[in-house]
């Protein structure tokens, strides 16, 4: 296979490539807002969506139960009608702990995530004493980098303690500002040698309860060929979806570029070297119908 299949078509509208589906699997963050305020395309390619007869499931890597997502989305703005239903890495996470209700417990990560341990009889310890880290993320990612973990992972690793990654994101953007996610620790305790499993994207659990609630909900299995996943993440979106067999719009100014800046082919050639035909069937600035 080569590592560049060839270019990836630039497209403005959403609106053509999306007759050939019935199913959108798309993220959130930096597609449909940017955690402080929702894009008005967005919000209206996915109405529009809707209104032709899709189904729009937001499948995204919050380290957050489905319902406190849409709590935040009513906040930021978005409306219920720009989506049907949502899947996030919590939802999954909270399936993976009802397994470990034997284990000890230590949550890395601020208490706003604690959200996800609601209602499951788990028992919480020490670094120093817990047999499973549960990472959610940075205590104060406006502050803090992952570095600043290093000397923790180092007493982790050092007997092999497991982490569980409830949002494999690395960074993502917050109005104008880049933050770091729990990916980003992730992945540094992987570089020490350490056990890590993760719930969300690109991993294949998430996109599992994905096509179960797209199949109860429409009482029909829908075909792989009729799904589409839009995301700006290249390591989890684009990745994620062909790892399972989908295929995948990618949306640029989430994370990769500036939405002032214009989207160029040496742009993604660059981005999706070595994806050969796993590369996305085309690319957008921004979602829009």
């Known amino acids: 296979m080569s590592k560049y299949r060839k270019e990836i078509s630039i497209i403005s509208s959403i609106s053509e490539l999306s007759r ?31 209104k032709r007869g899709g189904y729009i499931l937001l499948l995204t890597n919050a380290p957050r139960t489905s319902a406190s997502v849409i709590a935040q989305l009513d906040q930021i703005g978005v409306p219920r009608s720009a989506y049907n239903a949502i899947v996030t890495s919590g939802d999954v996470t909270r399936g993976v702990l009802k397994s470990w209700l034997h284990k000890s417990i230590y949550h890395l990560g601020p208490i706003y995530n604690t959200e996800v341990f ?16 549960v990472c959610t993320g940075l205590l104060n990612d406006e ?8 000397s923790l992972l180092n007493s982790f690793q050092s007997r092999s303690t ?27 305790y ?22 179960n609630k797209v199949s109860n909900d429409l009482k029909e299995n829908i075909s792989k060929e009729r799904i589409l996943a839009i995301g700006d993440g290249v390591l989890t979106d ?22 002032s800046k214009s989207l160029e082919k040496k742009i993604l050639a660059k981005l999706f070297y070595g994806f050969g035909n796993d590369q996305p069937v085309a690319a957008m600035s921004a979602l829009k119908w």
């Open 162 to 188: 497991r982490m569980l990654c409830v949002n494999p994101d690395l960074k993502i953007k917050r109005g104008n500002k880049t933050v770091y996610c729990a990916g980003a620790i992730a992945q540094i």
């Open 118 to 133: 609601q209602g499951l009889k788990l028992t919480f310890s020490t670094p120093l004493t817990a047999d499973t880290i």
């Open 143 to 150: 502050k803090e980098s992952p570095n600043d973990y290093l």
């Open 20 to 50: 050939t589906v019935d199913v959108w699997f798309l993220d959130i963050w930096g597609v449909i807002h940017n955690g402080v305020v929702p894009f008005e395309n967005s919000v209206l390619a996915c109405q529009s969506f809707r």
């Open 238 to 259: 684009i990745n994620g979806a062909a790892t399972v067999g989908i295929q995948s719009v990618f949306i640029a100014s989430g994370i990769h570029m500036d939405l």
């Open 190 to 211: 992987e570089n020490l040698g350490g056990e890590v499993i993760y719930s969300g994207k690109p991993y294949a659990p998430i996109y599992d309860f994905a096509f």
